[in-house]
């Protein structure tokens, strides 16, 4: 738990859940503008590089489960981006929308020097991890794109792999930290 008895450390904190109510916003927007045009994946990679920056922020702070929370929620919404079935991705949209209020009840906790012993972690891993089941064949979990030395493509096996697993250990320890 974050000393809010510490002016610094208030002023600080203050700071950094200002930075992420802005960014939240646009992850809704971002959220939105897929709901509006489901055909325009673009929007859920919007969501996965607004989301990192919620990220490095809380991992520079030490805030382990909104840490947690944004990294699941990178790579739920580039994956999701990179799915050709849409009702799974409008699926996704709607977790992700779920883990927006989660994020946010979070950063309230953090306002007010509380603990998050009242979130329920357990439903929405449920959920995660069947998200994560429904990605695993999907390779791409950053906006970085590697190509084949003929630039046709992904490579495949080694980082999807590694991606998914880091997505299911973050899934199982997700709430674990706090």
């Known amino acids: 738990m974050i000393d809010l008895n510490d002016p610094e450390m208030k002023e600080i904190v203050e700071e950094f859940c200002d930075e992420c109510d802005d960014l939240l916003e646009q992850m809704r927007d971002s959220l939105d503008n897929f709901e509006d045009n489901p055909s325009e994946s673009k929007h859920l990679e919007e969501f996965g590089q607004t989301v990192d920056r919620i990220m490095g922020a809380a991992q520079t702070m030490g805030v382990s489960d909104i840490g947690q929370l ?16 849409v009702a799974l991705q409008e699926i996704a949209a709607g977790v992700l929308f779920d ?8 950063l309230v906790n953090i306002r007010e020097g509380k603990e998050n012993t009242e979130l329920n972690y357990e439903t929405f891993q449920d959920r995660l991890q069947w998200l994560a089941d429904k990605f695993k064949d999907i390779e791409r979990a950053s906006c ?35």
């Open 144 to 178: 970085a794109i590697d190509s084949n030395e003929d630039g046709a493509g992904a490579s495949q096996t080694p980082k999807n792999s590694k991606t998914t697993a880091e997505l299911q250990k973050l899934i199982s320890q997700f709430g674990k930290a706090s």
């Open 99 to 106: 883990l927006c209020d989660f994020l946010e009840v979070l």
């Open 70 to 85: 944004c990294k699941m929620g990178k790579i739920i919404g580039y994956k999701a981006s990179q799915s050709d079935k």
